[in-house]
Every structure is written in C-alpha cells, then in structure tokens.
Nanobody, 123 residues
Framework: VQLVESGGGLVQPGGSLRLSCAAS????????IHWFRQAPGKEREGISC????????YYTDSVKGRFTITRDNAKKTVYLQMNSLKPEDTAVYYC?????????????????WGQGTQVTVSS
C-alpha cells in the first residue's frame, strides 16, 4: 500500500497550488482521505477530509473557503486545490487514509500515510 503526494512547491502569497494524493495497492473507494500539514516546530494539523461513500467534505476553519478537496476513485487520486495561499500555509502536506473522516483528525487513527510534499508560500 502506498500513498504518494505531489504538486507541492514555492508559490507567492495569493497564489494557488493543487496537491495530489495517488494511491496504489489500496481500494481508494473504501477509504476516507485526510489531508494534514506540519509546519516547522508545530504539531501535525488535520485540515480536510473527504468521505469515502458520498464525497462529503470537511475543512478546518483555517482553510475553509480557500481549499477544496476532491476525489477521483477511477484514477485512485485525491486532490487538494489550494487558493489564496498565505505564508502561514507553509508546511509539509501529507495525505492519510482511514475508513472514516474524523472531526478531530487524530493522526494515530490513520491506517496509511504518504511521505509528504513541501508547500512554501513566500514572496
């Protein structure tokens, strides 16, 4: 089982990036996919989740209205579209899989993790 994130990079404030989380060895449609991020010196923070069955999405307040999570089960990929990026969005972004979305994003409940992709928002 492998989750691989991609799409990170350096972007100016106000810019956009789209992250991808590609799954292999995993029936993606059986899993909810979470996005976490971890900034230097800070704890890993859950920011979004997409439900496995009906595609219902969840966002933390810090990204609501700016980030959009979607999934394409046929491509076994989940996306995180990030708009209006701010310097405080700078972090390593991880996707993680578990059977359900958790309202409190507990990292220790995730069954699978990707390796992370760096997002840097700076002028």
């Amino acid at each position: 089982v492998q989750l691989v994130e991609s799409g990170g990079g350096l972007v100016q404030p106000g810019g956009s990036l789209r992250l991808s989380c590609a799954a292999s060895g995993l029936a993606l449609d059986y899993y909810a996919i979470h996005w976490f991020r971890q900034a230097p010196g800070k704890e890993r923070e859950g920011i979004s989740c997409i439900n496995r069955r009906n595609g219902i999405t969840y966002y933390t307040d810090s990204v609501k209205g700016r980030f959009t999570i979607t999934r394409d089960n046929a491509k076994k990929t989940v996306y995180l579209q990030m708009n209006s990026l701010k310097p405080e969005d700078t972090a390593v972004y991880y996707c993680a899989a578990d059977r359900i979305c958790y309202s409190d994003y507990p990292p220790d409940r995730m069954s699978y993790w990707g390796q992370g992709t760096q997002v840097t928002v700076s002028s």
